[in-house]
């Protein structure tokens, strides 16, 4: 890690081709400056995006990156991380990637806790493929697709982390550059798996979720007396469905990651020369 890196370093040479306004680059800023006060350096980092507007993200990064397919960005995150776990592993999806056809995989990382950073673009609507609902849309929420809403309750993926044992809850919002890069930030130093969900406004397909009105509505915590530590506040906090929160909602002060408390080190690259004892036989046993 260096003291030298700044957040423009992260920065690659492509032009983003978000809709002008697009909460994505916000959030994008804020992973940047995170990644930068922490000491990473480009070099030393691995972002892992899935499908939909946010998945360009590894593009507009300078870093090691891979686009992967529709809701499985956790696993191949989770699997850079055990190949070497010395690299900070930043995985960034959306609300659709991550909610619905991911929802499986973002319950079991959670689980596993292992030592990476998921930083959730919420939006509240599926944008790429032009404006249907998505699970964190509101049941009244009407598009093209479902003129009279979606006519289910959201999914409240801070409940689900919470549930499945989750180490590390926190929530920002994009427009708020400085505080969504300290709570982004805090989620890389928590050693286990840091979960992030932004409120990232989509300007093109949603009219309801808008900047004016995270602005209006959103309470910060540091301005609050919640003790992040205590499970039970956190819980509070969490179902609380008339009340838009930004901050560190819970954290488990003695975590610890998967790959420390099992005892994986060093980058899978280095293999030694020459297979292992009996490998060979096992690969002939199935050729």
Same mark, same amino acid.
Request: include cysteine; hydrophobic fraction near 30%; proline fraction near 5%.
């Given at each position: ?40 350096? $480009? &070099?030393?980092?691995?972002? *892992? +995006? /899935?499908?939909?507007?946010? @998945? ?5 990064? =300078? ?21 070497? $776990? &010395?690299?900070?592993?930043? *995985? +960034? /999806?959306?609300?659709?990637? @991550? ?5 499986? =995989? ?182």
């Amino acid at each position: 890690m260096s003291s030298d890196i700044r957040f423009t370093d992260f920065k690659s040479d492509k032009q983003p081709t978000w809709c002008p306004g697009c909460g994505d680059f916000g959030t994008m800023n804020g992973m940047m400056k995170a990644l930068a006060e922490t000491g990473n350096s $480009p &070099d030393d980092t691995f972002v *892992v +995006a /899935g499908i939909g507007c946010s @998945g360009k993200i590894g593009t507009y990064m =300078h870093s090691y990156a891979l686009h992967g397919v529709h809701g499985r960005a956790l696993p191949v995150g989770i699997g850079v991380k055990m190949a070497n $776990p &010395d690299l900070e592993v930043m *995985v +960034a /999806g959306g609300d659709g990637d @991550g909610y619905s056809i991911g929802a499986g =995989h973002f319950i079991h990382a959670v689980r596993r806790n292992v030592d990476m950073t998921y930083v959730v673009m919420d939006n509240r609507i599926y944008g790429l493929t032009k404006g249907q609902a998505s699970p964190t849309s509101r049941e009244d929420f009407e598009t093209s697709t479902s003129p009279d809403g979606p006519n289910q309750p959201p999914v409240n993926p801070k409940a689900l982390a919470l549930s499945a044992g989750a180490t590390f809850i926190a929530q920002s919002f994009s427009s708020n550059s400085q505080r969504h890069a300290e709570i982004v930030q805090k989620a890389i130093e928590h050693d286990g798996f840091g979960f992030v969900n932004v409120y990232s406004p989509c300007v093109t397909f949603n009219d309801v979720d808008t900047y004016d009105y995270f602005r209006d509505t959103i309470v910060d915590l540091d301005e609050t007396d919640h003790d992040s530590t205590d499970r039970d506040q956190a819980k509070d906090k969490i179902m609380e469905s008339d009340k838009e929160y930004m901050g560190v909602l819970y954290q488990d002060e003695s975590s610890v990651g998967f790959e420390e408390r099992e005892g994986v080190e060093g980058s899978m690259a280095e293999i030694p020369d020459g297979a292992p004892d009996g490998a060979t036989d096992l690969v002939r046993e199935f050729y």
